[in-house]
T-cell receptor, first 115, second 109 residues
């Protein structure tokens, strides 16, 4: 198993550009999430999905869109990039609810810089 | 979800046990305690979790007090590769794992 994979590893955007961060998992997990981590801070939840076709907002959803057309993939779209979105983005997945005793597995991250 | 309090930083000598405390005094009966760590800027790595009983796996042990208001993560024989930020998270439902600032553990030779 490759686990949770993310592409690209690094990205530089100009203000106003759009792009999609890719996330895939091969563990047949139902639950997937996107987090951002700013320097010196913990992770903050952007969006999450409890299964194909179902998504919901997390703590900091503004400026981001998600969709979940398959169990394996959970892309994160930046509609119009802003310097405030400069961050490291992590995707995570779990078989069941982490709060129900299950475990979330994280990808290696995407480092995004918006100029 | 319950809030957690951890020391900002700790040091540990290589080969010794590292004991990382976490306070979660507002924890409720169905909330789990999770521990993750993050080495440099890699993705968080799962360590261990528990509900009421103490737990042990190949990486660490988790000791939860009887009143569940605090817990301790124990790395039995710390190595230099265990230097990382360790996060204690209390989670009731969904996947909204609110990572705080964590404890920066430095293992010294």
């Amino acid at each position: 198993n490759a686990g949770v994979t993310q592409t690209p590893k690094f990205q530089v955007l100009k203000t106003g550009q759009s792009m999609t961060l890719q996330c895939a998992q091969d563990m047949n997990h139902e639950y997937m999430s996107w987090y951002r981590q700013d320097p010196g801070m913990g992770l903050r939840l952007i969006h999450y999905s409890v299964g194909a076709g179902i998504t919901d907002q997390g703590e900091v959803p503004n400026g981001y869109n998600v969709s979940r057309s398959t169990t394996e993939d959970f892309p994160l779209r930046l509609l119009s990039a802003a310097p405030s979105q400069t961050s490291v983005y992590f995707c995570a997945s779990s078989y069941g609810l982490a709060g129900g005793g299950d475990t979330q597995y994280f990808g290696p991250g995407t480092r995004l810089t918006v100029l | 979800d319950a809030k957690t309090t951890q020391p900002t930083s700790m040091d540990c000598a290589e080969g010794r046990a590292a004991n990382l405390p976490c306070n979660h005094s507002t924890i409720s009966g169905n909330e789990y305690v999770y521990w993750y760590r993050q080495i440099h800027s890699q993705g968080p790595q799962y360590i261990i979790h528990g509900l009421k009983n103490n737990e042990t796996n190949e990486m660490a042990s988790l000791i939860i007090t009887e009143d569940r208001k605090s817990s301790t993560l124990i790395l039995p024989h710390a190595t230099l590769r265990d230097t990382a930020v360790y996060y204690c998270i209390v989670l009731k439902r969904n996947n909204d794992m609110r990572f705080g600032a964590g404890t920066r553990l430095t293992v010294k030779p």
